[in-house]
């Protein structure tokens, strides 16, 4: 059995591997699980796989996201202070699932370009902070910023591959989702970029990878924005034919909307 107590994460590389491979071993459990116990029968298999990989996601999401905030709010370390115990098994644990993820993408061809680069940046700035013992409060605050989003993102995506993006169920996820969101990154991330880069100690890699997600949330910020628009005309339109969308049902009526066949789907992950 893996003892906590009694290994050192900081300093120990064979311990470091020990906790990535255990945690490895969790996240391809736990889909494993979900994949024995989730059916989704009237789906295609794609989807079926996309929306049990989703629910990992989730989990890992809202596990990270307690860690980081634990940290960030109990331990109070500073930008360019040495990588704790605690930060150390968040980011291994968290790179794991990366790994996970990233494989299980690529087997079950649910993966695109955004996502690779994406993986790839972060399994690579988690190991460069793992390893040097410094970049964590970086990598930690980033890890906060990205998951406080997590589930209304994979839920929004969720609804919407089972029929129901024309409900007010989606719209309540998307709105928080994009809240969150912009809220968040548009805060914490630039206040994470300002603090590392000054710091000498911190990895290069672990800079650049924390200026990618500043640019990353710029962008998608940018992109919400023409969603939230686009979405205020689609209401004047509903309001104006007095059709209404329900919670858990889509309103037949929709059928009747100029926009309904012509929607696109929005790449904000």
């Known amino acids: 059995m893996l003892n906590l107590e009694n290994i050192d994460l900081v300093n120990s590389t064979s311990?470091?591997?020990?906790?990535?491979?255990?945690?490895?071993?969790?996240?391809?459990?736990?889909?494993a699980i979900i994949n024995q116990k989730v059916h989704l029968k009237n789906h295609p298999k794609k989807i079926q796989d996309d929306i049990k990989n989703r629910i990992v996601s989730i989990i890992h999401g809202a596990i990270t996201f307690w860690a980081a905030a634990y940290i960030i709010l109990v331990e109070q370390p500073s930008f360019g202070a040495v990588n704790s115990q605690t930060m150390q098994f968040t980011m291994i644990i968290s790179a794991s699932y990366f790994v996970y993820d990233f494989l299980a993408c690529l087997y079950y061809d649910l993966a695109d370009m955004s996502l690779v680069s994406h993986h790839s940046l972060a399994i690579c700035g988690y190991a460069v902070a793992t390893i040097s013992k410094f970049g964590a409060p970086s990598s930690i605050w980033g890890l906060m910023s990205a998951e406080v989003s997590n589930f209304p993102m994979h839920m929004r995506v969720i609804f919407r591959q089972v029929g129901l993006r024309h409900t007010k169920l989606y719209e309540a996820c998307e709105w928080?989702?994009?809240?969150?969101?912009?809220?968040?990154?548009?805060?914490?991330?630039?206040?994470?970029?300002?603090?590392?880069?000054?710091?000498?100690?911190?990895?290069?890699?672990?800079?650049?990878?924390?200026?990618?997600?500043?640019?990353?949330?710029?962008?998608?910020?940018?992109?919400?924005?023409?969603?939230?628009?686009?979405?205020?005309?689609?209401?004047?339109?509903?309001?104006?034919?007095?059709?209404?969308?329900?919670?858990?049902?889509?309103?037949?009526?929709?059928?009747e909307l100029s926009y309904i066949n012509n929607q696109r789907k929005d790449k904000v992950f």
């Open 15 to 31: 311990n470091q591997v020990k906790v990535f491979c255990y945690s490895f071993f969790i996240w391809t459990s736990i889909f």
């Open 176 to 255: 928080a989702y994009f809240a969150l969101y912009i809220i968040f990154r548009g805060s914490l991330v630039p206040y994470m970029v300002w603090n590392t880069w000054p710091e000498s100690e911190v990895p290069l890699l672990v800079k650049i990878t924390a200026t990618g997600l500043f640019l990353q949330s710029v962008y998608f910020i940018f992109e919400m924005k023409k969603i939230l628009t686009r979405q205020y005309f689609q209401y004047q339109e509903r309001k104006k034919k007095n059709i209404h969308h329900y919670w858990f049902s889509v309103n037949p009526r929709v059928q």
